[in-house]
């Protein structure tokens, strides 16, 4: 790759970024629901089930889908997490892993040493609809973690990763790679990257009416009121 290149890709990364960081400061999950709503996509909120590991947390997890499929296992073979190894070997910056378990209940998916690697490879959290394990280390790594609980079983001869980097159904989502992952308190929305940037945009200008309604209620207009100039609740 030549310089002039690489700067390019930096260039495409630092502003993929600073979206996303904005994005996590300014939007909320239910303004972007709401636009892909308008916007015809009315399937594209995961399972309540699926929640943030830090219960507290008040900052939203936003970032570029990277899937990962995973299948029962029947047998504990050797070598059970090569496919998975090198689906977070594979994280780039900028992205969620996304793991999808098929429901499959029990084992867990996701742990301290995973993080600690995605992390290194510049990755802003995992979406998992299972189970992680290592909540204590995870909660002090701060990095974002959302799934449907802890288990302390290891997915070796329960589970295994059959393959990444292709589309997934993920708590009832169908996730394709460079999707955008909104995730926070109040549940994960999965934004299709082909619409990715009238989402955006729209969740923006909602956002903005929003304030000005706010303000409107402060200084006591009323409810009916606030509806009729703006048609946004």
């Known amino acids: 790759m030549s310089k002039g290149n690489i700067v390019a ?7 993929r970024i600073a979206l996303f960081d ?7 999950v239910a303004v972007v629901s709401d636009i892909l709503d308008s916007l015809g996509y009315r399937n594209q909120v995961m399972s309540p089930k699926i929640q943030p590991v830090e219960k507290n947390s ?7 889908a990277a899937t990962v499929h995973f299948a029962p296992q029947y ?36 742990g301290e040493l995973f993080s600690n690697a995605a992390i290194a490879r510049g990755a802003r959290g995992t979406v998992i609809d299972g189970y992680h394990r290592d909540t204590r280390q995870v909660l002090e790594l701060g990095f974002p ?20 980097g292709h589309a997934v159904n993920c708590g ?15 549940g994960i929305a999965v934004i299709p990257h ?17 304030d000005r309604c706010r303000d409107d209620l402060r200084e006591g207009a009323l409810l009916s009121e606030v509806w009729k100039k703006y048609k946004v609740l």
């Open 9 to 15: 890709t930096e260039t495409r990364q630092s502003e």
């Open 22 to 28: 904005r994005m996590a400061n300014e939007l909320y």
């Open 58 to 64: 008040r900052v939203p997890l936003v970032g570029a």
């Open 75 to 110: 047998e504990v073979l050797p070598n059970p997490y090569t496919t998975l190894i090198a689906a977070i070997d594979a994280l780039q910056l900028g992205e969620v892993a996304v793991l999808a378990t098929g429901g499959l209940d029990g084992p867990a998916y996701w």
């Open 145 to 164: 973690v959302y799934s449907t609980g802890a288990s302390p079983l290891d997915s070796w001869g329960r589970a295994n990763a059959i393959g990444y």
């Open 172 to 186: 009832g989502v169908l996730v394709n790679p460079g999707d955008i992952i909104f995730a926070e308190i109040d």
């Open 194 to 210: 082909q619409i990715a940037e009238q989402t955006i945009e729209g969740a923006f200008a909602k956002v903005a009416k929003e």
